[in-house]
C-alpha cells in the first residue's frame, strides 16, 4: 500500500509539473514575438528626436530693418542686435568701474535720445531720469548695502490718458567680473531699448503709462533694483512688473514666476505671448530655493508688493558670467523670441483694466503649462484642486470597473482578482523605488569614485548611467513575476493590464496628497491620468478591454500627448540643470539631481510603456539587454568622454581671491602678515581636474582649519555665498606679497562711554574700491546693543548670529562711509578687547591691474578653466 500511495504521489506531482510547463508555454504563445521588443522602445526615443528635439529648440524667423516696412509694428531682431554689439564693445561691466557707471549709462541716454527723436511727440511723453540711490536690506545672512548705484530710468506714457496705473519693465546692464554680459543681461537690455522704439512710434496708443528700468547693480546683488523700488518717485505707482532675466545665452524665454497671486497675469500672458514657454513646475522650483539664482523680482516682491512675470532666457547656462558670454553666443533668433514675447505683453499690461486696481484681482495662484510651445494652458489653483480630485477619483472607478470586468470574463472571482491586483500594486511601489534607486545608486557610486559631472559636456550620457537603471528599476519586479509566477486563472493581456492599472491608482494616490499640501506641480499627475482614464474607458465602452492585447492600441495613442509633454519638461528642467552644476558648490552631490530628474522623467513619461516590455516573449532579455548598455555608456563615462569640461563651450568655474591678510592684535602688534590665493570651488570635483595640468596648486589647505583661530575662517568672503562656504574653501600660500592696486582706510574716529551703564560707541569711517566688507565678532561677554546699520540682524537673534557681515558697495559716490556700533560688556570695562573687526577690499573691475605673479598663477590654468578672480586686501582688528 504505501509503495502505490507512493506511486500516486510522484504521478500527481508529475500532473502538477507538466500542467505548469503547458500553463507557461501557453502564455508564452500569447506574447509578441520577443524581437519587437527594441523596436518597442526605438519608437518612443525616436518620437523624442523627431517631435520634441526640434519644437523645444524651434526659434521665429528674424525680422531685419529692411524688413520693417512691411512687417510694422513688429518687433525688430537686427535693430536688437546692432545695439548688443555697441553693448559687448563696452567690455565688463563691473558695479563701481568706468564701464559700468559712464560708458553703458552714456550709451543707454543716447540710445533713448535716438529713441526720442523718432517717437510720435504728438501721441506720447517720453521722460528720462538717472537715479542714484543710497540705501540698504538684508540679503540672506548680510547687509547689502549701496550708495550711489545707478539706474537709467524711462518713462512714455500717453497724452491723453490721465492713469496713474504705471506697467514697469526691468532688466540690469551691468555684469560679473571678465565677462560682457551680452547675454546676462544685455539681450534684454537691448530688447527693452528695441521694445520701446516700437511702443513710441506706434499708431495705436496704450492706456497706463510704461517705466522702463535699466538698473545698473543687479550681480552685487540685487542693490539698484532694491534702490528704484523703494526711492524713486515713480516707484509707488507701479502696479505690475514685467522682469527680463538672461541665466545663459540665447533660447527661448522661460515664465518661471508669476505673482504672488494675481492669476489675471497669467491669462494676459495666455492671450498674448507668441510664443508661450511656462511651466508651474518651475516656479515651484525655484522658489523653493534649491537653484543658486536669484533676480530683481524677489525685491520687487518682497519690497515694492508687485505682482509680476519673471522672465528668462535658459540656453547654453555654461557661458552665463563667463567671458564667454558674447554677442557672437547670443542667436538672433533667441532676440526675436524674446522681442515678439515682451513686445506683446507690454502692449496687453499697459492697456489691462486690472491695472488700475489690481488689489481686486490679486485672490489665488494659476496652474500654467506650455505644450511644446505650440499652445498653453492655465487655470485657476481652485479649478486645478478640483480637476486633480474628480480626474483622481474617476480614474480609480475605472480601475475598478476594468477589474470587475477581468474577474467576470475570466475564471477568477472578484476577490482573487483584487487579490492579484493588489500583489501587483505593490510590485509596482516596489518598482518606483527601485527606479529611484537604481539611478540614485549609481550617483552615489560616481561620486564614492571621484566621477560625478561625468555628463556635464555630453548629455546623451545620461541616457545609460540615470534613464536606462530608471527603466530597468520599474519593470524588473513585475517582469520577475510574470515570468516566474504565470497566472493560468487569468489571461495575461489581462494581467499585465492590471499593472498600468496599478500605475495608474499610484498617480492617483500622488495626486490628492500633493494637491492636499497645496502644491500647484501635481497637474502632471492629472494629465497622465486623464489621458489613460480616456482610454481606459474607450476599452470599457468597446470590445478592446476583453480582446487580447487590442486594448493597448489605444492605450498608446493617448499616451502619446503625456509622452510628449512629459519629456519636453524632464528635458527642459535638464538642459537647465545641466550648466547649473557646475556652479552648484561642493557640498552636494549634482548627480543626484540629475538621477531623481531622470526617474521622475521615467516615471512620468514611461510610466505606461515600460510595463508593456513584459507583452513580449523573454523579457528578462529585454531587461538584459538594457542592463548591456548601461554598461557600455559606464565605460565610455571613465574614459575622456566623460570628463566634465570642455574648453570656450563647458567650462570648470574657479573663484579666486588675490589675498593680501594683515591681521592686528590690541595693542597693534601684527600677529599675520602673508599674502596667498582664497579659492571657492564651484563644483563637486573642487580642484582635482587642475592636479594633472602645469598648475602648482603645490601647499593648498582646506580652511577648515583656521575657522577656530581666525575671524571668518582667515578669509575675506565676498558675500553671502562665498560665506556660507567659508569653512570648506581652500588657501593656497604665496611666496610673493600680493600688490593692493588701490588705497584703502579703515579709521576709528571716536570710543565714547555711553550714559546708559556699561555701553560703549565706537565710530569708523572706511574707504577704498567699490566693493567692501565688514565683518563684527564680539568678544566673550559682548554683544552688539545698536549700529548704524539696519537692524534686523540685531532684531532677530533667533536668525542671524555673530560673526556679521556687512557687505558695502557704491557705484558713483565713492564717499567714505562712516558708522558706528554700541557694544554692551558685561564686566563695564572698555579697556580690554571689546570686538574683532574684519575688513576687506575687493579690487573686482579690470580698471585695477593684478601684479605680474598673480597674472603668471592666471595664465597657468589649463584652457578648460575659466577663472574669475581680484585681488583683495584683508585686514583685521580687536578693538
Known sequence: MKSEDANGSAESQSDLALINILSQ???????????????????????????VYPLYHRLPDSVLIADETRKPGEFVAERAQRLLYKYDRIGPKVVGSVANEVTTVAFLLEEVENIRSAMRSDLYELEVNVQQPSGAYMHWQMVNMYQGVQNVVVKISNKKSNSSSYLLVNSHFDSKPSSPGSGDDGTMVVVMLEVLRQISISDTAFEHPIVFLFNGAEENPLEASHGF????????????????????????????????????LIKYYYQNAEHPFATTMAEEIFQSGILPSDTDFRIFRDYGQLPGLDIAQISNGYVYHTIFDNVQNVPIGSLQNTGENALSLVRAFANASEMYNPEDHSEGHAVFFDFLGLFFVYYTETTGIILNCCIAVISLVLVGCSLLRMARESEAS?????????????????????????????????????RSMTYFSNHWLVIGLFVIPAIIGQVLPLTLYYTLKPNDKISHPNHLHMSLHAHCVLLAIIAIILTSVSLRTPYLCMMSL?????????????????????????VQILQLMPFLYFSYLFYTFLLVFFPMLGRFGHGTNPD??????????????????????????????????????????????????????????????????????IFYEYDGSVSLSDSGYYFDFQDRRLYRPLEDTNLNLTGLVSTSSDCD???????????????????????????????????????????????????????????????????????????????????????????????????????????????????????????????????????????????????????????????????????????
Not at 418 to 447: K, N, Q, R, T
Open 229 to 264: 523700488i523703494t526711492a524713486h518717485e515713480w516707484a509707488k505707482n507701479c502696479k505690475a512688473l514685467i522682469n527680463l532675466e538672461v541665466a545663459g545665452s540665447g533660447g527661448r524665454d522661460l515664465l518661471f514666476q508669476s505673482g504672488p497671486n494675481n492669476p489675471w
Open 414 to 450: 472578484l476577490c482573487q482578482v483584487s487579490i492579484w491586483f493588489s500583489i501587483i500594486l505593490g510590485l509596482h511601489v516596489l518598482g518606483m523605488i527601485l527606479s529611484l534607486g537604481l539611478p540614485l545608486l549609481m550617483a552615489v557610486l560616481y561620486d564614492a569614485g571621484n
Open 530 to 554: 486623464l489621458f489613460y482614464s480616456a482610454a481606459l474607458l474607450i476599452n470599457l465602452l468597446s470590445t478592446l478591454h476583453d480582446r487580447g492585447y487590442f486594448w493597448v492600441l489605444m
Open 709 to 879: 583661530k581666525y575671524l571668518m575662517c582667515g578669509v575675506p568672503c565676498f558675500n553671502h555665498r562665498w560665506c556660507k562656504t567659508r569653512s570648506s574653501s581652500h588657501w593656497l600660500p604665496r611666496e610673493q606679497e600680493v600688490a593692493i592696486p588701490g588705497a584703502t582706510s579703515l579709521r576709528l574716529l571716536s570710543k565714547t562711554l555711553l550714559e546708559t551703564p556699561k555701553l560703549a560707541r565706537f565710530e569708523f569711517e572706511i574707504s577704498g574700491p567699490p566693493h567692501m566688507s565688514l565683518y563684527i565678532q564680539p568678544m566673550e561677554g559682548v554683544e552688539v546693543d545698536d549700529w548704524s546699520f539696519i537692524r534686523n540682524m540685531l532684531d532677530e537673534p533667533e536668525t542671524y548670529s555673530a560673526p556679521y557681515q556687512i557687505f558695502f558697495a557704491y557705484g558713483k559716490d565713492n564717499s567714505p562711509l562712516k558708522f558706528h556700533i554700541d557694544f554692551k560688556k558685561s564686566s563695564g570695562d572698555f579697556n580690554t578687547p571689546t570686538f574683532q573687526l574684519g575688513f576687506a577690499a575687493s579690487f573686482v573691475s579690470y580698471d585695477y591691474e593684478r601684479d605680474a605673479a598673480g597674472l603668471k598663477f592666471i595664465s597657468d590654468f589649463p584652457d578648460f578653466a575659466h577663472v574669475m578672480e581680484w585681488p583683495t586686501l584683508y585686514e583685521r582688528y580687536i578693538f
Open 25 to 51: 508555454r501557453k502564455h508564452t504563445r500569447l506574447r509578441l514575438p520577443w524581437y519587437y521588443a527594441p523596436s518597442f522602445l526605438l519608437l518612443w526615443v525616436a518620437l523624442f528626436y523627431a517631435v
Open 592 to 661: 543626484l539631481l540629475v538621477a531623481l530628474l531622470c526617474a521622475m522623467g521615467c516615471f512620468f513619461a514611461l510610466g505606461f510603456v515600460a510595463p508593456l516590455i513584459n507583452m513580449f516573449r523573454w523579457p528578462k532579455l529585454a531587461l538584459l539587454g538594457l542592463g548591456v548598455v548601461t554598461f557600455i555608456f559606464c565605460m565610455i563615462s571613465v574614459s575622456d568622454v566623460g570628463f566634465p569640461y570642455r574648453a570656450k563651450t563647458s567650462v570648470m568655474r574657479i573663484h579666486f581671491l588675490h589675498v593680501r591678510r
